[in-house]
């Protein structure tokens, strides 16, 4: 709470936002909003109680849904719900996915699996964008879903479906990247600067903060960062031999 109040208070600070898995989040959420946390995003991966025991491994479903509710009760429009696609582990939920959306301003956001150390990643567990779509289409009709006029920087194919209040999107790193328009930028939990989430390079800002750099020189730092960032990451296969952190570590 107190890193909320902290960052809520800088000067010019547009938004402020938060991704969690929701465990905790309901009885705490209504003070982060007062604080300024205007954008959520919730992880979840599975409706069902079993599933998510063995996917997180602990108990806690119905505290996570219950975010979801409280977050719709206070206002946030939309709650995001990102919801990495497994075969074989969670790609039979898809349409319970989308259901979320038919009453309640949720964006369910699909995530393609991408490979990062620990998880082991195999293509065979990767449900494209394509294939999902096609989930879609085949159960609420060809066309159901119209593209939204996505940002210049917006990493996700947004799409509204037809008699739902809320929306689905579609995170297509491994099928249809979009590093051209990608302008993420992570600070980790360690200092260093990461500014492509497939990439091993980092930058130390702590580092140089320690060292006495003025503001000037870290916006030369970030700046140089930003301008060796590559065009487009590896393809999947490539990616799935280089040495990453895993995404715990990495954040967001």
């Known amino acids: 709470m107190d890193l909320a109040a902290e960052l809520g208070g800088i000067p010019g600070l547009k938004h402020l936002g938060i991704t969690t898995n929701g465990i905790v989040l309901a009885k705490k959420l209504p003070l982060l909003k007062e604080l300024g946390m205007d954008l959520l995003n919730i992880s979840l991966d599975t409706l069902r109680p079993t599933t998510f025991q063995q996917l997180t491994r602990r108990n806690g479903l119905e505290k996570v849904l219950r975010s979801i509710d409280v977050a719709c009760d206070l206002g946030y429009d939309p709650v995001k719900v990102n919801c990495v696609v497994m075969r074989g582990q969670n790609d039979q939920e898809i349409l319970d996915f989308v259901e979320l959306t038919r009453e309640k301003p949720i964006n369910v956001r699909f995530i393609e699996y991408m490979p990062f150390d620990g998880n082991a990643w195999a293509n065979k567990k990767m ?7 096609g989930m879609i289409e085949a159960r609420y009709g060809e066309g159901c879903l119209r593209r939204m006029n996505d940002g210049k920087s917006e990493v996700a194919k947004n799409f509204t479906i037809d008699g739902h209040k809320g929306s689905v999107s579609f995170v297509t790193s491994m099928t249809e990247h979009f590093c051209s328009g990608c302008s993420r930028l992570r600070i980790m939990a360690d200092g260093n600067l990461k500014v492509c989430l497939f990439g091993p390079s980092e930058v130390s800002l702590r580092d140089a903060m320690r060292s006495g750099a003025t503001d000037d020189d ?5 700046s140089a960062a930003v301008d060796r960032k590559k065009a487009a990451h590896a393809g999947m296969f490539e990616l799935a031999k280089t040495k990453n952190r895993s995404m715990i570590k990495i954040g967001g």
């Open 127 to 133: 449900v494209s964008y394509r294939e999902m779509v």
């Open 218 to 222: 870290m916006l030369g730092i970030i």
